[in-house]
């Protein structure tokens, strides 16, 4: 076996469940496509070689030296190439010949179809391009495409791609040019890179190191482009929905005499709830001697995910597309939680603040976001409240003070918007 082939029976073995990931891999994810996400995007990091002598060494498999030796990216790259063409193969029949899914497809779209098969490759073309490497580059496009495509023409078409596409796709590509040119006016390459390659490290530089550009009038900017037309999507599928709901009635009667029965059942077992909405299942979580984020981690483990949860609450919305399984799975993850001695702690008294400009004056005023401990004695430039709609603690124009700040800090707030001064 090639060191390649070992690659591929670790990852399944690992996907299945049958082998345990090995030092160096930590897997979060539950869903089994995410995980397997996960689990390539640390391959990446790690490299196929170091991977495959991980797994070995936690499997007790002895591999020979010369699948070490032996391994090379063309060997990997053409393997991976062999496997995308055999997948997309699907039984010919006689009668009917299914087309070839790269059919009318231009050669730079075979070729980042396959280099999109793994994060490493992707971040490899990255650097292939940034150092222009062209040899490389020459090498890749063998692999992938058999053919020697032309460097600087995949760039032409790369730069020039929304052209053809529809015309919300053309403003996107507008938006993120501008992006990129202002993140190379800065000399911030990394991200750059990280916007391109669409990795987690996207995420993270874009909202706390990009440009004002990005991360701070986002939002307000997208708003230009918000209409009060119709959308048409949403009517689709508010038709589409029609026949779900034709027999909810049915559903919903024979659904919430289950629930009134969960109700009962916790409360037996010492879980305080809250009555109200007959499709939610409120938990007071401290009288059982829990937090609302503790409660919620522990929900989220099992696979069930509140609506809404402070330290107070957790709130959970069932509807008749829940089967009972769900509220056996919910019942059964509440009931592993051993009662603790209750939280007698409830949340700090809500503050009185001085209105010190109007919402209006706030609202159109130079502002910056600093840190919680920062904040007191400033005036605060948006509404801060946990889930909307909801009570806010601060008002836009308020001048917070120490009490403001201990509110805030309670539900778990950790930088806010202040006027500049």
């Known amino acids: 076996m090639t060191l390649f082939e070992y690659y591929l029976q670790y990852m399944t073995r690992i996907c299945e469940g049958s082998l345990e990931a090995p030092e160096g891999i930590t897997l979060t994810e539950t869903d089994e496509v995410r995980r397997a996400m996960e689990l390539q995007q640390q391959v990446g990091a790690m490299g196929i070689p170091a991977f495959v002598r991980a797994c070995a060494a936690a499997a007790g498999d002895e591999i020979p030296r010369e699948a070490y030796d032996n391994f090379s990216m063309d060997d990997a790259l053409s393997a991976a190439r062999a496997l995308t063409e055999q997948a997309r193969e699907e039984p010919k029949e006689p009668e009917q010949k299914e087309p070839d899914p790269d059919a009318g497809k231009h050669a730079f779209e075979v070729f980042l179809d396959c280099i999109a098969l793994d994060d490493g490759l992707v971040q490899y073309l990255i650097e292939v391009l940034k150092k222009k490497d062209w040899q490389e580059f020459y090498k890749l496009s063998r692999i992938?495409?058999?053919?020697?495509?032309?460097?600087?023409?995949?760039?032409?078409?790369?730069?020039?791609?929304?052209?053809?596409?529809?015309?919300?796709?053309?403003?996107?590509?507008?938006?993120?040019?501008?992006?990129?040119?202002?993140?190379?006016?800065?000399?911030?390459?990394?991200?750059?890179?990280?916007?391109?390659?669409?990795?987690?490290?996207?995420?993270?530089?874009?909202?706390?190191?990009?440009?004002?550009?990005?991360?701070?009038?986002?939002?307000?900017?997208?708003?230009?482009?918000?209409?009060?037309?119709?959308?048409?999507?949403?009517?689709?599928?508010?038709?589409?929905?029609?026949?779900?709901?034709?027999?909810?009635?049915?559903?919903?009667?024979?659904?919430?005499?289950?629930?009134?029965?969960?109700?009962?059942?916790?409360?037996?077992?010492?879980?305080?709830?809250?009555?109200?909405?007959?499709?939610?299942?409120?938990?007071?979580?401290?009288?059982?001697?829990?937090?609302?984020?503790?409660?919620?981690?522990?929900?989220?483990?099992?696979?069930?995910?509140?609506?809404?949860?402070?330290?107070?609450?957790?709130?959970?919305?069932?509807?008749?597309?829940?089967?009972?399984?769900?509220?056996?799975?919910?019942?059964?993850?509440?009931?592993?939680?051993?009662?603790?001695?209750?939280?007698?702690?409830?949340p700090p008294p809500m503050p009185r603040l001085e209105q010190a400009v109007t919402p209006h004056e706030a609202m159109l005023s130079p502002w910056e976001e600093v840190p919680l401990e920062a904040c007191c004695g400033r005036i605060s430039a948006a509404g801060a409240l946990g889930c909307p709609p909801a009570v806010p603690v601060v008002l836009c124009g308020q001048r917070m003070d120490a009490a403001a700040v201990e509110v805030l800090r309670y539900y778990g707030f950790h930088r806010c918007a202040v006027l500049t001064e």
């Open 144 to 346: 992938t495409t058999k053919l020697d495509l032309d460097p600087n023409e995949f760039l032409y078409w790369l730069g020039n791609k929304e052209q053809y596409a529809p015309r919300e796709e053309q403003v996107c590509a507008a938006v993120m040019d501008v992006c990129l040119a202002r993140l190379a006016e800065e000399e911030r390459m990394d991200v750059a890179a990280a916007l391109l390659s669409g990795d987690r490290k996207t995420f993270e530089l874009l909202r706390c190191e990009a440009p004002e550009l990005l991360h701070r009038q986002a939002k307000a900017s997208m708003g230009l482009w918000g209409s009060s037309s119709p959308s048409y999507l949403i009517l689709q599928s508010l038709d589409a929905a029609n026949e779900l709901l034709a027999d909810y009635p049915e559903k919903l009667q024979a659904l919430l005499p289950q629930l009134e029965s969960l109700r009962r059942r916790l409360a037996v077992r010492g879980w305080e709830l809250l009555s109200g909405e007959p499709l939610k299942v409120t938990l007071c979580p401290k009288g059982y001697g829990y937090t609302g984020p503790e409660v919620a981690a522990a929900l989220e483990s099992g696979g069930i995910y509140p609506e809404f949860y402070d330290p107070d609450h957790v709130v959970l919305m069932v509807s008749p597309q829940n089967d009972p399984s769900d509220l056996r799975r919910l019942e059964e993850v509440l009931a592993a939680l051993p009662r603790r001695q209750a939280i007698r702690q409830g």
